[in-house]
């Protein structure tokens, strides 16, 4: 069972939101830095972005960001935080909803979604992936981590696992930046101990 199923989020963003941000958007990031032009803003949508640990990096470099969770908590923590950059309310707009019941605007620069893709139910998947390839620009990315067929919460149906081969097909459609597997006994930020099992992917889609 996941924890996801406890509804017992706002114990996780105490314990995980003043973290730094995840590799994979740094990774992203760093991409976006290394292209030569930089002609106005940028924007992204964080997907299941808990109190912000992303988000604020994101703001911290100017970017616009939709910032989308189910749960109230994420977003009043988001909102509340006290190292929130200046000028951040002009760049920020968030909503409570689950992602894959919203629309994402087109044109993005960025989908990100740090431990969250996975968790909609498998049969909802393929509709929001297309729609997360959907919404970015030409040359825009995706950074995010999908769950494998080995991880623990297997069989817990609210959560979409891929094989490896399921993963790499997926995302084969764009340009792969990074792609990186991940098995590992370990504490969840809740405490619960777990067999993990990731894919952490950066892509970018064809110009
Ligand atoms: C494991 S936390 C990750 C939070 C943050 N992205 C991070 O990297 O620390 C997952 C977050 O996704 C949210 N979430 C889970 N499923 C969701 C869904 N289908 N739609 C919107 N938010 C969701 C949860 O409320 C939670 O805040």
């Known amino acids: 069972m996941s924890e996801d199923g406890d509804r017992q989020w706002s114990r996780y963003y105490d314990k995980t939101g003043a973290h730094p941000p995840r590799r994979t958007l740094l990774f992203a990031l760093d991409r976006f830095d290394a292209e030569a032009s930089s002609d106005g803003a940028r924007f992204a949508a964080d997907l299941g972005c808990g109190n912000g640990r992303d988000t604020i990096e994101l703001l911290r470099r100017c970017w616009h960001v939709l910032a989308i969770d189910a749960e109230p ?16 309310e002009a760049r920020l707009e968030t909503r409570v909803s689950r992602f894959e019941a919203v629309e ?31 919404s970015l620009r030409p040359g825009g990315r995706v ?20 094989t490896r081969g399921g993963a ?24 619960t101990v ?12 064809p110009e």
Request: glycine share 6%; proline share 8%; charged share 25%.
């Open 73 to 88: 908590a994420a977003i009043e923590g988001l909102r509340a935080r006290n190292d929130l950059p200046e000028g951040w």
């Open 104 to 134: 994402l605007p087109e044109g993005l620069d960025l989908v990100n979604s740090s431990f969250a893709l996975p968790l909609v139910p498998a049969p909802a998947f393929p509709d929001m992936w297309d729609g997360l390839v959907a």
């Open 143 to 162: 950074s995010c981590q999908l769950f494998g067929d080995r991880d623990s919460w297997v069989g817990d149906t609210t959560i979409t696992f891929f």
């Open 168 to 191: 790499e097909a997926l995302v084969n459609p764009l340009e792969v930046e990074l792609f990186e597997e991940e098995e590992d006994d370990s504490t969840t930020p809740r405490g």
């Open 194 to 205: 777990k067999h993990w099992h990731l894919f952490h992917i950066v892509a970018r889609k």
